[in-house]
């Protein structure tokens, strides 16, 4: 990757060696290992290896994380973006540490993947890895490939949802989960 990340300064015209700029292809090949790509060697079932029994004789009330901050790459121009995180389910047999929830979204917004794949995979995977009755996700971002390549475009936001199980068949839920969102703004 950091010969990669050289080569396309050099094709771009920019100047390396004797700069400031002579440690940057090292630099951006750590960043984008650690931080941006990191979700293709995360696998999301192993967020979920420890769970925790739903207490008996307790109905199955959704949980609801809201505001879990995330950042990505755009897959068409490799620009950040960065935003919200709301999910929530109701619980099947097992419930999931909060932490590991969080860490869902980290493990699809760190692949290249458009912002509608990513809040599917969310809601898709804590169905299949937690047994959930059904899950809800909302992602609400600011597209750099967006706002930075058109000044006119800032404050743009991008929101997309996905519904799952219970989520999916009952409207009432899915406005329940939408007010929760507005609720504790």
Known sequence: ????????LRAAGVQISGTELEKTPSRVAVAWAES?????????????????????GRPKSAVLLKSIPFHGLCPHHLLPFYGRAHLAYIPGRKIASLS?????????????EIQ???TRQVAEALTKHLGV???????????????????????????????????????????EFLKSLEKFE
């Open 1 to 8: 990757m950091r010969a990669a990340i050289r080569d396309f």
């Open 36 to 56: 941006f790509l990191d979700g293709y060697r995360a696998d999301p079932a192993s967020l979920f290896e420890e769970t925790y029994p739903v207490p008996a």
């Open 100 to 112: 590991s929830l969080t860490r869902l979204v980290d493990v699809f917004a760190h692949r290249l």
């Open 116 to 118: 509608e794949t990513i």
């Open 133 to 175: 009755d059904g899950a809800a996700v909302a992602l609400e971002t600011d597209q750099l490939c967006v706002t930075m390549r058109r000044p006119d475009r800032r404050g743009t936001r991008t929101v997309t949802q996905h519904f799952t199980g219970a989520y999916a068949r009952k409207s009432e839920l899915r406005l």
